[in-house]
C-alpha cells in the first residue's frame, strides 16, 4: 500500500516535525520558554507522551489494524487504492475528525475518560506540546487513531499522510502560545476574512478559550469548542463559543496536582492524594439541598453557578461537573444587594430560586 505523500518516504513525519520545531522557536525567541512556569512534571507528561504516541502508540494500532486485517479481511485490503484523491482524502479528513469531536466531547462528560483526559487542562500555559498531553490510556482509545489504521489497510494511505499533515499543524498553532490569529482580528480588511476562517478551522482564540479556567472570564469554555481540526462540529451540535479574546488564566479550577507518573498512568497508578479525582478513595458526592441559598452580589460582576451539584463551593461552580453533562451557569449581578440561588438544581430559571424546591 502507498503511503508515501506526494511521492516521498516519510515526508508527513518530516513536516509534522518541522511544525513542532516553528513553532518551539517562536516560542523559544518570544521568550515563552524562558518565562515558563512548567515543572519537570509538566515536562514529562508533554514530552514524553508526544514521543510516546509518536513512536510507540500509533504504530501499535495501525500494526493491530493491519494484522487483523489481513486475516480477517484480506480480500478488502487496499480497495482505496485505485480510487479518486479527491473523494477518499476528504472522507478520511472529515470522518476523522468529528470522531475525534466526539471523543474529546465525551471526555469532558464522561467520568472515566474525564480522568484520562483530565491531565491536558492540567496546564496552566499553553504551548505546542501541550497538544499531546493526555493519559496513555486515552490515545489507546481514541477511535480516529482506529481509522487511522482501517484506511491506511483499504489503501488510502497517502489521504491519511495528508491528513496528519495538516490536522497536526491546526492542533500545534492551536495550542501554542503564538497566537497567528490575534493581529488578524485588528485588521479591517482581514476581519471579515476571519469570520470565515474561524467558522472552518480552530484558531487558537477558539482553542485557548476551552483551556480556560473558569466561564466567569467571559472568554473561557471549557465546556466547549471541542473541535480539533474543524469548528463545524462544534457549531453543529451547539458546543462553539466565538470571543477572538484569550483567557487570563489557565488550568483546572480544583487541581490537586498529582504526580506525572499518576496522571499519566490511569487507571493503572493510582493518586496517593484523597482528594484527587484519580485516588481510589475518592467520591464524588452531591452537595445539593432543598433550601435556595442567600447569596451577595455586587453589581457588574460574574459569577458561575454549579449547575452538576456536586460543587464543594456551593452555589458557586468549583469545577465540580467535569466529567458530567452539566456545565455552570455564569450571571452578572444587575445591582448590589443579595439574590436567592437554587441549590436544588431543579430550577426552570436558573441560577435563581423559583420554588421548585417546595415539589421535591
Known amino acids: 500500500m502507498e503511503n508515501a505523500l506526494f511521492g516521498i518516504p516519510n515526508l508527513q513525519v518530516y513536516l509534522v516535525l518541522g511544525t513542532l520545531i516553528f513553532f518551539g522557536l517562536l516560542e523559544t525567541f518570544s521568550g515563552h520558554l524562558r518565562a515558563s512556569k512548567r515543572t519537570f512534571g509538566d515536562w514529562i507528561q508533554e514530552v514524553g507522551s508526544f514521543f510516546a504516541l509518536s513512536v510507540l502508540i500509533k504504530p501499535f494500532i495501525v500494526l493491530i489494524v493491519l494484522t487483523l486485517g489481513s ?152 465546556n466547549g469548542n471541542f473541535g480539533n481540526m474543524f469548528s463545524i462540529w462544534d457549531q453543529l451540535f451547539g458546543s462553539a463559543m466565538f470571543t477572538r479574546k484569550f483567557p487570563k488564566d489557565y488550568g483546572l479550577m480544583n487541581d490537586p496536582k498529582d504526580h506525572w507518573s499518576e496522571a499519566y498512568l490511569h487507571p493503572f497508578i493510582k493518586s496517593k492524594n484523597p482528594a484527587s479525582e484519580l485516588s481510589p478513595s475518592y467520591v464524588k458526592e452531591k452537595t445539593t439541598t432543598k433550601v435556595p441559598i442567600k447569596f451577595e ?20 461552580c468549583d469545577g465540580s461537573h467535569q466529567g458530567t453533562k452539566f456545565k455552570p451557569v455564569r450571571f452578572v449581578a444587575e445591582k448590589d444587594g443579595h439574590v436567592w440561588l437554587c441549590n436544588c438544581k431543579a430550577t426552570k430559571k436558573s441560577p435563581f430560586c423559583d420554588g421548585t424546591h417546595n415539589k421535591l
Open 71 to 222: 486475516s480477517l479481511f484480506s480480500n478488502q485490503a487496499g480497495i482505496l487504492s485505485g480510487q479518486a484523491f479527491w473523494w477518499v482524502f476528504p472522507l478520511y479528513l472529515l470522518v476523522d475528525d468529528v470522531l475525534q469531536y466526539w471523543y474529546h466531547r465525551s471526555a469532558h462528560e464522561n467520568p472515566f475518560l474525564w480522568k484520562l483526559h483530565r491531565t491536558h487542562h492540567q496546564a496552566e500555559e499553553m504551548g505546542f506540546f501541550v497538544s499531546y498531553r493526555n493519559a496513555a490510556l486515552y490515545y489507546l482509545l481514541m477511535p480516529n487513531i482506529w481509522w487511522v489504521g482501517i484506511v491506511t489497510f483499504l489503501g488510502g494511505g497517502a489521504a491519511v499522510a495528508l491528513g496528519l499533515v495538516l490536522k497536526q499543524m491546526v492542533i500545534i498553532g492551536s495550542h501554542s502560545t503564538k497566537k497567528w490569529d490575534a493581529p488578524l482580528y485588528k485588521i479591517p480588511l482581514l476581519r471579515d476574512m476571519m469570520t470565515v476562517v474561524e467558522r472552518i478551522i480552530v484558531t487558537p482564540a477558539f482553542h485557548h478559550a476551552h483551556h480556560g479556567r473558569s466561564k466567569v472570564d467571559g472568554v473561557s469554555d471549557p
Open 297 to 316: 452580589v455586587e453589581k457588574g460582576k460574574a459569577y458561575t453557578w454549579c449547575q452538576c451539584g456536586f460543587s464543594k463551593k456551593q452555589p458557586l
